[in-house]
């Protein structure tokens, strides 16, 4: 199957090392002798090219992605509001409706004569890509968010560069809480993964770590703080993820826009607010949100980054499509879109990262 043109689109909530994937793959495919060019905002640019006054892609050469592999966000800007099969669209009323704009899509794509696309983004980009793919197109996804929740691939771009930040916060919280005898409850994002939260949270040496893998009963986080406290550690340290709910209660959300996902979040005040009232020690909540999507990646995303983003040409040079590049140490593989949209990665309960953080005594609420 014969490559010439190539169309490379990040969608999503943006995570550390997508430029360095636009970077390995617009130099590995000019390399080949490929045209290389990149679609605005996720699918927005194909879809409301209107709106972009220098045009909704940008054709991609060396030039374009010189020094870009450290830089945190995208050089082709994201969007999580751009679902080509639920896009958002003004109905009758003036009011925004999904409609699906799929075929729309798929006919910008082919006037152009782009022969592939390589689709960097999380569960609902890769979903995008296989129902695209189901339309006649040519995608290799790559694997992006700072979550790590999706299937196929051991690791995501972007969750070592949060799981490193976020670390560090904690490693900052210890001297303030020891100092006014606190609890601090911090609070990461995740969605409905807490692996975020488990890494940094054993890293960073924690006291509990609350993640929706595992429910939580406010009582023992509350029992283990006074247990520290008794036995001389006058300060406490918990780890919420974003999507942690108590034992028969409900993640706090506050639902979605139109086309958008539902927005996860406020979880971290919570229980700062029920440990006060059941250890009367004074406990604050810190909520660490965007933070954890900036910044430069860590050495390590950029390697996978990289290595992502040049496999991914070669996969396409292979003749390969409807797949995700995936890192399977230590090498990386390609796996059906569909194997890797079929479920979400949770944390399992039984691997030695959990088995290790209750060895070390870390409270899971349970
Ligand atoms: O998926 C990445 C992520 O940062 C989640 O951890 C979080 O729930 C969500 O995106 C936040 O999205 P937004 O930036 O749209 O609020």
Known sequence: ???????????GGDAPGLNAVIRAIVISATNRGWECIGIRDGYNGLLQP??????GTVPLGRESVRGITHLGGTILGTTNRGHPFRYPTPGEDGELVEKDRSDDLVAAIRSRQIDAIIAIGGDGSMAIALGLCQKGLRIVGVPKT?????????????????VSFATACLDRLHSTAEAHRRVMVVEMMGRYAGWIALHAGIAGTADAILIPEIPYDIH?????????????????IVVVA??????????????????????????????????????GQESRAVVLGHLLRGGSP????????????????????????????????????????????????????????VLTARDLGVSFGD
């Open 1 to 11: 199957m014969s490559t010439k043109k190539i169309a490379v689109t990040t969608g």
């Open 298 to 353: 860590t050495s390590f995303d950029r390697l996978i980054s990289l290595r992502f983003g040049a496999a991914a040409v070669r996969a396409l040079e292979e003749g390969q499509t409807e797949c995700m590049v995936a890192l399977d140490p230590p090498v990386v593989r390609y796996v059906p879109l569909e194997e890797a949209t079929r479920r979400m990665k949770s944390v399992p309960l039984d691997s030695d990262t």
């Open 242 to 279: 974003e999507g942690a709910h108590p034992v028969g209660g409900e993640r706090l959300s506050t639902g979605g826009a139109i086309g958008a996902a539902e927005k996860l979040g406020g979880i971290g005040h919570q229980v700062a607010a029920e440990l006060q009232e059941h250890t």
């Open 146 to 162: 700072i979550d790590n929740d999706l299937s196929g691939t051991v690791r995501t771009f972007g969750f070592n560069t949060a």
């Open 220 to 236: 023992k986080v509350a029992a283990k703080i006074k247990e520290r406290t008794r036995s001389g550690r006058s300060f406490s």
């Open 50 to 55: 209107q709106q972009y006054p220098r045009g």
